[in-house]
Nanobody, 122 residues
Framework: QVQLVESGGGLVQAGGSLRLSCAASGRTFSTDAMAWFRQAPGKEREFVAAITKTGGSTDYTGSVRGRFTISRDNAKNTVYLQMNSVKSEDTAVYFC???????????????WGQGTQVTVSS
């Protein structure tokens, strides 16, 4: 059974930091690009960041570039999202996803986690 399990969400003050983790099980994801998406209340799920299978290339949506960092540890089958200088608009449920190639397209990702809530207080 393939599973992606996110952790590390919670309540953080604006300007603070948070590190999300996504642990994969059931198969190796070292051949897949992995990504983080987020969904705020009343909004569609949006792309946040993605990383290639080797970690050699990354992509970020403009609103988080320079503040968030995506990384992965293939030995641990885990992807991370380091969130620094968080803002109230970063409040959302964060989902990790795995797919074949690095893309911002939600439909390209095959496997999804259940999400972890991040709430930024001002």
């Amino acid at each position: 059974q393939v599973q992606l399990v996110e952790s590390g969400g919670g309540l953080v003050q604006a300007g603070g930091s948070l590190r999300l983790s996504c642990a994969a099980s059931g198969r190796t994801f070292s051949t897949d690009a992995m990504a983080w998406f987020r969904q705020a209340p009343g909004k569609e799920r949006e792309f946040v960041a993605a990383i290639t299978k080797t970690g050699g290339s990354t992509d970020y949506t403009g609103s988080v570039r320079g503040r968030f960092t995506i990384s992965r540890d293939n030995a641990k089958n885990t992807v991370y999202l380091q969130m620094n200088s968080v803002k109230s608009e970063d409040t959302a449920v964060y989902f990790c996803a795995a797919g074949g190639v690095l893309t911002r397209t939600r439909e390209s990702y095959v496997y999804w986690g259940q999400g972890t809530q991040v709430t930024v207080s001002s």
